[in-house]
Nanobody, 128 residues
Framework: QVQLVESGGGLVQAGGSLRLSCVAS????????MGWFRQAPGKEREFVAR???????TYAISVKGRFTISRDNAENTMYLQMNSLKPEDTAVYYC??????????????????????WGQGTQVTVSS
């Protein structure tokens, strides 16, 4: 099973940027689809972005155009570049790995139940 460790969270002013990293170890990183989810206090965990093994990406409507997901298989690392941050982006951000197959739709692999391995999370706080 792959292990995941996130980093890069912090405190930033509205309009600022952060880049989150998720480093994988233990299994072949390139065999997994990867996703970012977030959970704000008192709210359900929600999907943010996903990148398949073939680098097909999809985004939540709330972050589309502001966030970019990417992966570097040589470095066993996934990234989330977050620009134009808003206070409502404040949450704990989790990376996750899925061994399920991508079915070709934009909704594929966007549910938390699609993912079997999770990191510990990294806090992102956006001040107004």
């Amino acid at each position: 099973q792959v292990q995941l460790v996130e980093s890069g969270g912090g405190l930033v002013q509205a309009g600022g940027s952060l880049r989150l990293s998720c480093v994988a170890s233990g299994r072949t990183f390139s065999n997994y689809a990867m996703g970012w989810f977030r959970q704000a206090p008192g709210k359900e965990r929600e999907f943010v972005a996903r990148i398949t093994r073939s680098t097909y990406t999809t985004y939540a409507i709330s972050v589309k155009g502001r966030f970019t997901i990417s992966r570097d298989n040589a470095e066993n690392t996934m990234y989330l570049q977050m620009n134009s941050l808003k206070p409502e982006d404040t949450a704990v951000y989790y990376c996750a790995a899925s061994s399920r197959a991508y079915d070709g739709s934009s909704y594929s692999l966007t549910r938390s139940t699609d993912y079997g391995t999770w990191g510990q999370g990294t806090q992102v706080t956006v001040s107004s």
